[in-house]
C-alpha cells in the first residue's frame, strides 16, 4: 500500500513539473520572440531588407548546423518533403516577408498583426487537418481579421488606405499558422532537437546559397555597421535558432494552439520595446491589440 501511495505521489509530481516546464517554454518563447522585432527594426538601420534576412538566417544556421548534420540521419526517410515544408513556412519565408515588412511598419505594429498566428492556426485547423470547431471560434476568427485590417489601415487628413507591407505580416502570420499544424500532426513523433536542428540549418544553407547569388544580394564588408549585424546575429540564434528548438518542444508536448498562445505576450514585450525606442502607441492600436488578444481568447475556449 506504500509503495501504491509513493508511485501515485510520483506520477503527480511529474504531471506537475510537466505543467510548469510548457509555462516555462510558453514565456521563454514569448520573450525571445517579442524582442525579435526591435532586433529586425535596429538590423535594418544597416543592410536593406533582403541582406538582413539572409544574415538572420545564417546565424541561425551556423549555430545549429554541426548538430544539424548529425541529426539528418535520424529524419525518416519520408518525412523529408514536410520537413522542407515546415523550413520554408516556419523560417525562411516569413524572415524575408518580416524585414520587408518593418521597412514600413513599426516593430510594435508587427507584433499586433503577427498576433494573428493562433487564428490562421485555428483555420487551417478546421479546413485542412478537420478539427471540429464552435460558433464562439468563428467569432474569434471575424474578430482578429477585422482588427488586423483596422491596424494595416493608414489614415490621413483625406484617406484611409491599405498598408501592403502590414499584409506581408499577416502573410507571415498564414505561414506560422499552417506551420503548427505541419508540426503537430505530421513531425511531432520527431524529438524536438533533431526537427529543430535540422530545419534551421537547413534554412541557413538555403539562405547562405541565396545570399551569394549574383544581383540578389550586395555586401560590402567595409561599410558593414557593427551593431546592426550583431542585432542581425543575436536574432538569428536567438529568435529563429534557440526559438525554433523551444517551439517545437511546445508542440510536441502541448496543442498547437496553446504553443501558438505566445501571442498573449509576444506584444506586450514588443509594444514595450517600441515605446522605449520612440514608437507611437495610441488608442486605435490599443483598441486593436485588445480585439485580436479577445479573438484567441475567444478561440481558445472552444
Known amino acids: 500500500m506504500p509503495h501504491s501511495t509513493n508511485a501515485h505521489s510520483s506520477i503527480a509530481l511529474t504531471q506537475k513539473n510537466q505543467s510548469l516546464l510548457k509555462w516555462v517554454y510558453l514565456l521563454a518563447l514569448s520573450l525571445i520572440w517579442g524582442s525579435s522585432f526591435i532586433l529586425i527594426k535596429k538590423g535594418l538601420t544597416g543592410f536593406g ?16 548546423l554541426p548538430f544539424g548534420l548529425s541529426n539528418f540521419g535520424k529524419i525518416p526517410r519520408g518525412q523529408y518533403g514536410y520537413i522542407v515544408l515546415t523550413a520554408l513556412l516556419g523560417m525562411f519565408i516569413p524572415a524575408f516577408l518580416f524585414c520587408l515588412a518593418q521597412m514600413k511598419v513599426q516593430s510594435s505594429v ?14 487551417f485547423s478546421i479546413f485542412i487537418f478537420r478539427i471540429g470547431y464552435k460558433i464562439n471560434q468563428i467569432l474569434g476568427l471575424l474578430l482578429g481579421l477585422f482588427c488586423a485590417i483596422l491596424l494595416a489601415m493608414e489614415r490621413s487628413s483625406t484617406t484611409i488606405t491599405f ?13 506560422y499558422g499552417y506551420n503548427i499544424n505541419l508540426i503537430k500532426q505530421r513531425l511531432s513523433h520527431i524529438p524536438a532537437f533533431v526537427l529543430s536542428t535540422v530545419t534551421v540549418s537547413l534554412t541557413g544553407l538555403l539562405a547562405f546559397f541565396l545570399a551569394f547569388l549574383p544581383n540578389l544580394a550586395s555586401y560590402h564588408p567595409s561599410q558593414i555597421e557593427w551593431m546592426p549585424l550583431l542585432s542581425l546575429m543575436t536574432l538569428g540564434v536567438f529568435g529563429t535558432a534557440i526559438a525554433q528548438l523551444i517551439q517545437y518542444k511546445l508542440i510536441k508536448e502541448t496543442s498547437a494552439l496553446f504553443a501558438s498562445s505566445t501571442t498573449y505576450i509576444i506584444p506586450v514585450v514588443a509594444v514595450a520595446w517600441g515605446i522605449l525606442d520612440g514608437e507611437a502607441f ?5 483598441l486593436c491589440i485588445a480585439g485580436i488578444l479577445g479573438a484567441v481568447l475567444l478561440i481558445r475556449k472552444g
Open 282 to 286: 495610441n488608442l486605435v492600436y490599443a
Open 110 to 123: 508587427a507584433a499586433m498583426l503577427n498576433g494573428l498566428t493562433p487564428v490562421f492556426t485555428f483555420v
Open 163 to 175: 498598408n501592403w507591407h502590414a499584409g506581408l505580416i499577416m502573410l507571415a502570420a498564414l505561414c
Open 49 to 64: 531588407y533582403f541582406e538582413a534576412a539572409t544574415i538572420r538566417l545564417m546565424s541561425a544556421g551556423l549555430a545549429f
